[in-house]
């Protein structure tokens, strides 16, 4: 393959034809409770509603299937949080080719068992290193030695090309409707570039502004110092966007196409997810809730415009929902924890209880052991409020109760 160096829209054009009837065409549908929220008219593209749950099957079929019949008789490898994965595997099992997976040990047993049911025997899993860099590394030096054709998840024309599908469908959905904003997560930033060049010819005046996880900003750095930095640690929570490197060609093709970047913190897209799955039953996964959580952000520039936000991907673990909550109610300053040492006589807890507590928070968490020979012993104590101004009555009955205290995060 001898792509071109940087993705068109002819080559976006070529991979929308090539992905009729492989792909769903995902809806671009307004959501009245947004819309409302924000004052705005706020539409969700529903990536999260596609074949394998992620956009990401645009562009590893569309990079896969073009491959040389020599190519793909050597078999192809990626290197994958969970998404890439599983396009990945539905692009191998379609055309009947062998596939080897990298994925960190920290993957989620959702998108493991997505990957193994979709790709069948056709895909072959290794789990190597705690993050998307560690298995990446790990598949371009299996790839160095096996001669197998490595996919990237990001960092390519041709999957740049096939994410571009998505802007695509997007402006043909809005038809004549201005898009004002477009919020879109970033993570390599391949989705990014496709839709920068999409939007670029056909939408140019569209404010296209980037969604980054304040605990993986590699986009960020790297537009602030000129070049794809390496971050020394990331939170891995965001799985799906949370890499220590962006992608060369997506850095410069975001560099001229963002509008801005907002990183947005971990606990605010667990609200996020929270809110549109009990309002909307929207089932997101962290990655995809990224762009609306950005809205809380720019409230005020989106009053009266119409704003298009990519719902990249759905794939969520159930069982990562009480993190979920847990990290939500403390970003929303609704749960708090203290190391509280309480004098070790009788009553003290219900002196505790009596005169800090108000009458509607709620013990959730309460460790303590008690030392006969010691004259006060530590609890650990998580404590929810109802709301966030709580918080300050709270805090101050400790002052005079006596008993001394330490929050801590």
């Known amino acids: 393959m001898t792509p071109a160096t940087l993705p068109t829209v002819k080559g976006i054009e070529n991979a929308a034809a090539l992905l009729q009837g492989i792909i769903e065409t995902t809806p671009t549908k307004l959501s009245e409770q947004l819309s409302d929220r924000y004052h705005a008219k706020i539409y969700l593209k529903r990536e999260d509603l596609q074949v394998v749950r992620s956009y990401k099957i645009r562009g590893a079929y569309n990079f896969i299937s073009r491959l040389s019949k020599t190519e793909k008789n050597k078999g192809v490898v990626c290197a994958s949080a969970g998404n890439h994965a599983q396009g990945f595997a539905l692009s191998c099992l379609l055309l009947k080719i062998k596939g080897t997976v990298f994925m960190p040990q920290t993957t989620p047993q959702q998108k493991l068992q997505a990957v193994e049911r979709i790709g069948k025997n056709y895909v072959h899993i290794i789990l190597s290193g705690d993050t998307f860099d560690d298995a990446k590394n790990a598949a371009l030096k299996y790839c160095h030695q096996t001669g197998k054709i490595f996919v990237s998840a990001f960092d390519h024309p041709l999957i740049m090309e096939g994410q571009g599908t998505v802007a695509k469908e997007v402006l043909e959905q809005m038809g004549k409707k201005k898009i004002d904003y477009l919020f879109l997560p970033i993570g390599g930033g391949g989705l990014a570039a496709g839709l920068i060049t999409w939007f670029n010819e056909f939408s140019p005046k569209t404010k296209i502004i980037g969604v980054e996880p304040a605990g993986a900003p590699a986009m960020k750095e790297s537009l ?147 030392k006969n020979s010691k004259e006060s012993g530590p609890a650990l104590v998580g404590i929810e409020v109802k709301q966030k101004a709580d918080y300050e009555s709270l805090v101050k009955p400790f002052q005079h109760s006596g008993i001394r205290s330490l929050e801590f995060t």
């Open 224 to 370: 602030e110092k000129g070049k794809a930095v390496i971050l020394k640690e990331i939170d891995n929570f965001v799985d799906g966007a949370a890499v220590k490197q962006v992608g060369h060609i997506c850095l410069a093709i975001c560099k001229k196409g963002l509008h801005d970047l907002v990183l947005i913190p971990e606990g605010k897209v667990c609200t996020t997810i929270l809110q549109l799955y009990n309002q909307e039953a929207i089932v997101m996964e962290p990655a995809g809730a990224l762009s609306v959580s950005a809205l809380d952000f720019y409230k005020e520039e989106i009053k009266g415009k119409n704003v298009v936000c990519i719902i990249s991907g759905g794939n969520n673990d159930v069982e990562r929902m009480p993190e979920m909550k847990e990290r939500s109610l403390f970003y929303e300053g609704l749960k708090h924890y203290f190391i509280i040492k309480f004098p070790q006589r009788s009553g003290a807890l219900k002196q505790f209880v009596n005169k800090v507590l108000g009458p509607e928070d709620d013990i959730t968490l309460f460790e303590y052991t008690k």
